[in-house]
RNA sequence: GGUCGAGUGGCCGAGCGGCUAGGCAGAGGUCUGCAAAACCUCGUACAGCGGUUCAAAUCCGCUCUCGACCUCCA
């Protein structure tokens, strides 16, 4: 039993965590749809949920971590005519729905990769899982909540309603939804404007269809989750997450569903993330105002004064509760990648550093003040995955450590074991839990390490003959090509390489 | 229109009854041949108006502003 709590979007407060099955945590996440390339927006929600998936492993869960890829439904490239698919086209020139899914999914990939999340136990695809989906429909029919309608098949939401609190999770009241005038497809074949599809027959210019006992026809958007949730983690999991903006109606909806397939609610803990917003707007592409990864980790968007490495986005979205809406902007990116080079400079100082003096510590109140700090990791990732709160702790333990390194704080001002804690902290809440990575990778080339070396050493003589313009010339010519000299404290010198 | 949520210092963002948030920018300083980095010091904020309380950024009410969802959406 941990400590851990979480609030749980569906009772709308913080709950203490308690995993069905002792030791194991079955985690759902809803996934991308994979018609288009990921943008910035659908950043959050992996990383947020690759820190959780990443913490409840530190707390020794074995997790198995399920995350979808919608690939089927209804399929349009963006950007592409409409014609495009149209039959009569020679096959070779028609859009082929594989085809496309198959590069946004690996383009997807691509982005979380670089973002360094872990991957997913299990990553199930909806065209995988029709038969599935099919069943699961079945299954509701007999039961009474399901009609077939042209081929169609809805879900009866106004008789799930009489028995179960439809509408609970996303604050929803029926009556309500019911007085809706918005018009929708289908709308005349349902009997009730909130009963939604389960099973959609195809038109005949439908590229994606599958046979089913309801004639040609692709499934419904919310039972693809619904469907393979149940069959991974079982019939009731522990947690479920997504993006806010899923809440109603997928995340509904799916409750409902599974609910009355399986006899009791799904989930245990609903966790959703806010939303990243542009100029206070929400990202999205009805607001055109979306930030494809590619552009982001470019440069290559109007709006984009320079391109953000990968981790710096990492880091500038971990800056924020994932509850709270994240604002882009140009600025708040550029701060974000300055305080992680400091941050993770200090990481790097405080693993190679040795610790001077006895085990105890001679600055007892800095010595509680330290550990205090570290401490506090442990209490804010517990209170709700708080990953804003950890970071400014480990803010806090970087002057210290730059202290050390600078030799206006004894390392030995605190004990053997506190300087232990703050190496263990900075490796476990930075790398292992927040899951960031060096902005460079180190380029081993020996080669390259021993012309540096040779320049280093002239630049030494130089400056110790006071030959400040030949000094000079190699710091300045090494920058332009990238490689930065830093003249340390005790007289060396180190470099980094952009 | 309905439902829900938010408004914190120049900017970004934690906190959510009493205890320093933190970052970035800015100002001054230490160190340094210079630079960079690092370190030290500084601002003293909680949309507005009332109320509850010994005590409110934090609770309650009203007002204003903004956003999300109600449609595919992370």
Known sequence: MSDLHIYNSYTRQKEQFQSITPGHVGLYVCGPTVSGESHLGHARPYITFDVVNRYLQHLGYKVRYV???????????????????????????????????????????????????LDPSIEPTATGHIIEQIDMIENIIAKGYAYEVNGSVYFDVKKYAEKYPYGKLSGRILEDLLETTRE????????????FALWKKAPAEHIMRWNSPWGEGFPGWHIECSAMSSKYLGDKFDIHGGGMDLQFPHHESEIAQSTIAHDHAPV??????????????????????????????????????????????????????YRSTLDFSNEALQASEKAFRRLWEAHEIVQKMQRAGGAEATDKELDAKVQGFCRDCDESMNDDLNTAKVIANLFELAPIVNGFKAGHIDSGAISAETFELVQTTFKTYLEDILGMQALQVKESSNKLDQVLSLLIEIRKDAKMRKDFATSDQIRNKLAEAGVMLKDEKDGSITYTIE
Do not use: C
């Open 268 to 321: 245990n803990y609903w966790m959703h993330n806010n939303m990243i917003t542009i100029n206070g707007k929400k990202m999205g592409k009805s607001y055109n105002n979306v930030i494809k990864l590619t552009e982001l980790f470019s440069g290559n968007h109007p709006i984009l004064e320079q391109s953000y490495h990968p981790m710096v986005v990492r880091f500038y979205i971990l800056q924020t509760h």
């Open 67 to 117: 995350r979808n890829i919608t690939d089927a439904g209804h399929f349009e490239e963006e950007g592409r005519e409409a014609e495009d698919k149209v039959a009569t086209k020679a096959q070779l020139e028609r859009m082929e729905p594989m085809e496309l899914v198959h590069k946004y999914t690996n383009l997807f990939h691509w982005g979380m990769r670089l973002f360094n999340n």
């Open 184 to 195: 929708l497809d289908g709308q005349e074949e349902k009997r009730n404007k909130v009963d």
